[in-house]
């Protein structure tokens, strides 16, 4: 599986859905939409921007987005492709997906049909040959950073109503073998948030090869700031799969008193997405904005920095990260050799 920061052919994109969901968006809907557009045309602009959208939702989406980006029409219930979309792979003979089941975070949501069968649905578009495992997993659950490391988290892959079957050392199998992982770091993970049960790319990311991206806390946060003491303690000691320690780099606390109501609110500029030239991010308009933008412009110095303001689909529980999937661009020449 290639890092995130490799050479992209495109973006995946999911759109939001009111129906049955309206816990997460309520009346602040048009203007979670009018955000995922502003996305999507940012995207548009690095690399192309593929958006899916339910059959309800198609229409409004295409005309919010306009004409650099392309919509289709899907039965997901849910924007947050990250997790229920495929994971794609360089395969033997080219683009590969990984799909793994979906069980909305636990069974926490419901109906989540249409999201379980999305990831089968756009390998089948993106014209990928298809590996399926019959474990669960989220796409925001992991990182991998291209040459064998993979960065998880306890609270996330060992709870229970993930797969209550398989032991610690069967979890790891199923990873190694499905996306080519050689060592696997777990963290601790953060139990306190419920959605998603303490995705990792709420707390880190690879930015490079022994390099990672930390969303730290602040003291005033209370037990959620030891919880992420924790995790960056755990980093400090951990060594990738060719031995290095990492180079830890942190991203500031968001505290934002403007969360629309939302209990799930996603603070995080960690959950920022990578594009080819590009480093896209949430702008909350507070002043560690600036602080954040000159972080991601030391992590990613050759790449522009995009620091949006998309805080009304921080209410949904995540945020850019969890709303994408990046579809690896194929090297010249390239004639593969992983085989699940």
């Not at 816990?23 to 899916?52: K, M, N």
């Not at 979890?171 to 992982?181: C, N, S």
Request: some cysteine; hydrophobic content about 40%.
């Amino acid at each position: 599986m290639p890092a995130e920061w490799e050479p992209m052919a495109a973006t995946w994109l999911g759109w939001p859905v009111l129906a049955d969901r309206e816990e997460l968006w309520g009346s602040h809907y048009d203007a979670v939409c009018r955000e995922f557009a502003l996305a999507a045309q940012t995207i548009a602009r690095y690399q192309p921007c593929i958006v899916t959208a339910h059959g309800t939702c198609v229409e409004n989406a295409r005309q919010l987005c306009g004409p650099s980006v392309a919509v289709f029409a899907t039965a997901a219930e849910d924007n947050w492709l990250r997790d229920f979309g495929p994971i794609f792979l360089l395969g033997p003979s080219g683009l590969a997906c990984a799909l793994f089941r979906f069980n909305a975070w636990g069974e926490k949501y419901h109906p989540y049909e249409g999201c379980a069968g999305m990831a089968a649905g756009i390998a089948q578009l993106a014209e990928a040959a298809s590996y399926c495992s019959d474990m669960v997993l989220e796409g925001g659950a992991f990182f991998v950073d291209g040459a064998g490391t993979l960065l998880t988290t306890e609270s996330c892959l060992l709870n229970r109503n993930r797969n209550p079957g398989m032991s610690k050392r069967e979890i790891e199998g199923e990873l190694r073998r499905m996306l080519g992982a050689e060592k696997i770091i777990w963290l601790p993970g953060n139990p306190l948030e419920v959605e998603t049960n303490g995705h990792i790319d709420g707390i880190a990311s690879f930015i490079a090869e022994g390099s990672i991206l930390f969303q730290s806390a602040h003291p005033d946060q209370g037990d959620h700031f030891r919880i992420m003491q924790e995790n960056r303690r755990a980093l400090a000691l951990a060594t990738d799969a060719k031995g290095r320690s990492f180079e830890i780099l942190d991203l500031p606390a968001a505290i934002v008193e403007e969360t629309y109501g939302s209990e799930r609110y996603c603070n995080c500029y960690g959950n920022y997405i990578l594009v080819n030239g590009g480093v896209i991010s949430t702008a909350f308009g507070i002043e560690t904005d600036a602080i954040a933008r000159n972080v991601f412009a030391r992590a990613f110095p050759s790449r522009a920095v995009e620091m949006l303001p998309v805080t009304h689909i921080s209410m949904g529980g995540g945020s850019l990260h969890c709303s994408t999937q990046q579809q690896p661009a194929l090297p010249q020449g390239y004639k593969g050799g992983f085989r699940p």
